[in-house]
């Protein structure tokens, strides 16, 4: 059954704004831990941002920080992630992902340790 779904992705130029959307579903509505990664051609699976909604605790890698907000609406299971300010080096295709643990990586930034994800949407930064 379909966990997670997003959406949002696009063709933007440097220095514009997107938003992504995840929509929660299934078990996948029950996990504490969401997160946004992305991947760009040729390189490994990164963590960009996650959340403990629990904890009330957010994580941003330092290539986003100041840039990307991360943030969960309970009412509508969905998870966005505010781009800001976009660049080049942040074209990639974005994923979604979800879990319960356990997690033993510092700002859940391993991907192995989630058990959700969504098929990913494209996001291309022009210069």
């Known amino acids: 059954q379909v966990q997670l779904v997003e959406s949002g992705g696009g063709l933007v130029q440097a220095g514009g704004s997107l938003r992504l959307s995840c929509v929660a579903s299934?078990?996948?509505?029950?996990?504490?831990?969401m997160g946004w990664f992305r991947q760009a051609p040729g390189k490994e699976r990164e963590s960009v941002a996650s959340?403990?909604?629990?904890?009330?605790?957010?994580h941003y890698a330092d290539s986003v920080k100041g840039r990307f907000v991360i943030t969960k609406d309970d009412a509508k299971d969905t998870l966005y992630l505010q781009m800001n300010s976009l660049k080049p080096d942040d074209t990639a295709v974005y994923y979604c992902?979800?879990?319960?643990?356990?997690?033993?990586?510092?700002?859940?930034?391993?991907?192995?340790?989630?058990?959700?994800w969504g098929q990913g949407t494209q996001v291309t930064v022009s210069s």
């Open positions: 992902a979800a879990g319960r643990g356990p997690f033993h990586c510092a700002g859940y930034i391993c991907s192995d340790e989630y058990s959700y």
């Open positions: 299934g078990r996948a509505v029950s996990s504490h831990v």
């Open positions: 959340i403990n909604w629990i904890a009330g605790t957010v």
